[in-house]
């Protein structure tokens, strides 16, 4: 990339049961220079569980994040030990998920509240760690707390552990009476309030989040902040992808040029994976939105029936049928 430009130019959100290893291996088909990130993963389940299944994978996945969910100062650190040992390019902490069950955990937007104790998980990380950088992603409020104040004050304190980063989703969480779908969608969005945390604190790196579904607000965005982080409409509609490397990262050409492409390599991954193509194929089913015959290709990628047969046998059966091109 552009040694001028950011790390955190670009990069696609964290999600729930979405970017797992297999989702970032298709989104580095069609971008290589956007930042990726992996589903929050909890301390605990890093520090007494299969290490090996959360932490792993693909070689072709750089730069990639891994992000915690944790509270604990010692547990941060060991994960973020853990994080650089395995090669990540980053550690992120989650500060921004409301949902009930991350709430029981008491991590997640309920740590907006507790800024001393995020500082203090924080500055254990970098002291654990000597290579990466730690970052925190957030939301700009809790609640009903609807001042730039309470925020402004949440990144300083941060700012003053030694966090350079922080990954802002504009809208508040409302801990109660909303789901986690809701939370993404009802609170309103406030892009003001962050780029007012650039203005304030011009020597950090400031990336928004939330709400972003075109190049047009990716532009706009990179005027005033440092980085655009893109979630569920990069889930949803892959190929916008598809130019952003060229675009926005400094890079001399793309490195998919057409949706064939991308869907043959990704059937050739599927093959040598060791886990079943449905498992895979279920990350790339909005590849053709908008192309004719879509809905039919949706369809045959979807259909249960077919989970017996290798991929190739059925990537050849959609070849075999009208494409959608």
């Known amino acids: 990339m552009d040694a001028s430009l950011s790390p955190w130019r670009l990069s696609v959100a964290p999600m729930l049961d979405w970017t797992d290893r297999h989702c970032r291996y298709f989104h580095r088909l069609i971008t290589r220079r956007t930042r990726l990130y992996t589903e929050m993963v909890t301390t605990g389940a890093l520090l007494h569980g299969d290490q090996a299944r959360h932490l792993d994978f693909n070689p072709e996945e750089h730069p990639l994040a891994l992000q915690l969910g944790g509270s604990e100062p010692e547990d941060l650190a060991a994960c973020a030990r ?7 390019d980053e550690v992120n902490l989650n500060c921004g998920c409301p949902s009930e069950r991350v709430q029981r ?27 990466i950088p730690v970052t925190v992603k957030h939301r700009i409020g809790v609640d009903r707390t609807e001042s730039y104040d309470f925020v402004r004050d949440f990144v300083g ?22 789901s986690p779908k809701e939370n993404r ?6 892009y003001e309030f962050v780029y007012r945390l650039k203005r304030d604190f011009p020597h950090l790196t400031v990336v928004l989040n939330g709400g972003v579904q075109t190049h047009e607000q990716i532009a706009a965005h990179l005027a005033q902040v440092d980085g655009v982080m893109v979630g569920r ?13 060229q675009r926005f990262l ?3 050409d793309n490195p998919a040029q057409d949706r064939d492409q991308v869907e043959a390599a990704l059937v050739a991954y599927m093959a040598r994976s060791g886990v ?14 908008g192309l004719p015959g879509a809905r039919r290709w949706r369809q045959v990628w979807s259909d249960h ?10 990537w050849q059966q959609l070849r075999d049928m009208a494409p959608a091109r």
């Not at 304190?157 to 909303?178: D, S, Y």
């Open 82 to 88: 853990l994080a650089e040992r395995w090669g990540y």
């Open 105 to 131: 955990g008491a991590f997640g937007a309920c740590l907006m509240n507790e800024p001393r104790l995020v500082a203090d998980g924080v500055k254990a990380m970098r002291d654990a760690v000597q290579r």
């Open 157 to 178: 304190t941060l700012a003053e552990a030694g966090c350079e980063v922080f990954i802002v989703h504009a809208r508040n969480a409302w801990l109660q009476g909303l």
């Open 185 to 190: 969608e009802v609170p309103p969005l406030r």
């Open 233 to 245: 409409e990069a889930y949803h509609q892959p190929w916008l992808m598809a130019d952003w490397d």
């Open 250 to 252: 400094g890079a001399p």
């Open 276 to 289: 079943p193509w449905s498992h895979i194929a279920r990350h790339m089913l909005g590849l053709r939105n």
């Open 305 to 314: 029936r077919l989970k017996s047969q290798p991929a190739q046998a059925v």
